[in-house]
């Protein structure tokens, strides 16, 4: 699901370091193993060509 989202984030005009800072408070609220998936699923986002 987060990948969805993340996506459509970026294609609806986030920005990477905005992506970054909600991973952020992702640790901070659900906890740095959920956070840590969550950057693993950014990280593959980010890494494709844009849409």
């Known amino acids: 699901e987060w990948e969805t989202h993340c996506r ?3 294609n609806n005009g986030v920005t990477q ?3 970054r800072a ?3 408070v992702i640790g901070i609220y ?3 193993p959920q956070a840590l998936e ?3 699923i950014a990280r ?3 890494s494709e060509p844009p849409a």
């Open 8 to 10: 459509g984030a970026l």
């Open 17 to 19: 370091d905005e992506i």
């Open 22 to 24: 909600i991973i952020h």
């Open 30 to 32: 659900c906890g740095v």
């Open 38 to 40: 969550c950057f693993r």
């Open 44 to 46: 593959k986002v980010l």
